[in-house]
Nanobody
Framework: VQLVESGGGLVQAGGSLRLSCAAS????????MGWFRQAPGEEREFVAG????????YYKDSVKGRFTISRDNAKNTVYLQMNSLKPEDTAVYYC?????????????????WGQGTQVTVSS
């Protein structure tokens, strides 16, 4: 499975960005898809996830109400709509696939990773 992220960039605080994650290869509707982020000097952290089979979603508390994860089966793509961005959202954002199909916030449970896309929020 190959994952390719896009949509990162520089935005002012309060602005919005939409990240995309295009999946190719041996994808499966049983996967659980997650977005993680990693700021300089920090550990990689779970941001949001979606169960491919039924679109049930999960979020880190600090992004609830601001970020929305969704998927397009026909395009094999997962999105992360980020609104009301804050400087503390600045990080490299990664898309990842967990073959178990179950929700997990642990990055060790994710087998496939994209290359990451930089999101920078200026104050």
């Amino acid at each position: 499975v190959q994952l390719v992220e896009s949509g990162g960039g520089l935005v002012q605080a309060g602005g919005s960005l939409r990240l995309s994650c295009a999946a190719s290869g041996r994808t499966s509707s049983s996967y659980f898809m997650g977005w993680f982020r990693q700021a300089p000097g920090e550990e990689r952290e779970f941001v949001a996830g979606i169960r491919w089979s039924d679109s049930r979603t999960y979020y880190k508390d600090s992004v609830k109400g601001r970020f929305t994860i969704s998927r397009d089966n026909a395009k094999n793509t997962v999105y992360l709509q980020m609104n009301s961005l804050k400087p503390e959202d600045t990080a490299v954002y990664y898309c990842a696939a967990n073959p178990s199909g179950y929700y997990s916030s642990r990055y060790a449970d994710y087998v496939h990773w994209g290359q990451g896309t930089q999101v920078t929020v200026s104050s």
